[in-house]
T-cell receptor, first 114, second 114 residues
Framework: NAGVTQTPKFQVLKTGQSMTLQCAQD?????MSWYRQDPGMGLRLIHY???????DQGEVPNGYNVSRSTTEDFPLRLLSAAPSQTSVYFC?????????????FGPGTRLLVL | KQEVTQIPAALSVPEGENLVLNCSFT??????LQWFRQDPGKGLTSLLL?????REQTSGRLNASLDKSSGRSTLYIAASQPGDSATYLC?????????????FGKGTHLIIQP
């Protein structure tokens, strides 16, 4: 198994540009989520999905959009990039919900917005 | 709102020593607690998951304990090795359905001196 994969590894955007961060898992996990990691802030939940066709907002959803058309993929879209979205983005998945399930994380995407 | 604190923020010890990392959380109504390891520029790797009904979990040289009523967890690393150098993150789940995601501490940056 490849586990959780994320592309790209690194991206530079200009303010106002849009892009999609890709996340895929091959473990048939139902639960997938996106976090951002900022210095001094810890990881914070952006959006999550409990299964194909179902998504919901986390702690910091503004400026981001998600969809879950398949079990395997959970892309994160930046609608109009802002410097405040400069961060490291991690995708995670687990077999079930958070109760009792180990979370598996991808390697991250480093995003710089100029 | 759940808050997770990790002490110390950084720790440097000689190889071979036993050490303890601390994690505290403000809301004792958790489903589980996970300890993760993060290497520089990498994603998170789950080390141990403790269910709210459990007191401790062990994996090799690692032992994690949980005192839910007092809002504390410790990660004990026995016979430390240079390869243990990394940032260790503690995270709690307070919602089985995923609405709150995982709440992370800011981590303990550990250096094991050869």
């Amino acid at each position: 198994n490849a586990g959780v994969t994320q592309t790209p590894k690194f991206q530079v955007l200009k303010t106002g540009q849009s892009m999609t961060l890709q996340c895929a898992q091959d473990m048939n996990h139902e639960y997938m989520s996106w976090y951002r990691q900022d210095p001094g802030m810890g990881l914070r939940l952006i959006h999550y999905s409990v299964g194909a066709g179902i998504t919901d907002q986390g702690e910091v959803p503004n400026g981001y959009n998600v969809s879950r058309s398949t079990t395997e993929d959970f892309p994160l879209r930046l609608l109009s990039a802002a410097p405040s979205q400069t961060s490291v983005y991690f995708c995670a998945s687990s077999y079930g919900g958070l109760a009792g399930e180990t979370q598996y994380f991808g390697p991250g995407t480093r995003l710089l917005v100029l | 709102k759940q808050e997770v604190t990790q002490i110390p923020a950084a720790l440097s010890v000689p190889e071979g020593e036993n050490l303890v990392l601390n994690c505290s959380f403000t809301d004792s109504a958790i489903y589980n607690l996970q300890w993760f390891r993060q290497d520089p520029g990498k994603g998170l790797t789950s080390l141990l998951l403790i269910q709210s009904s459990q007191r401790e979990q062990t994996s090799g040289r690692l032992n994690a304990s949980l005192d839910k009523s007092s809002g504390r967890s410790t990660l004990y690393i026995a016979a430390s090795q240079p390869g243990d150098s990394a940032t260790y993150l503690c995270a709690v789940s307070t919602s089985g359905g995923g609405a709150d995601g995982l709440t992370f501490g800011k981590g303990t940056h550990l250096i094991i001196q050869p």
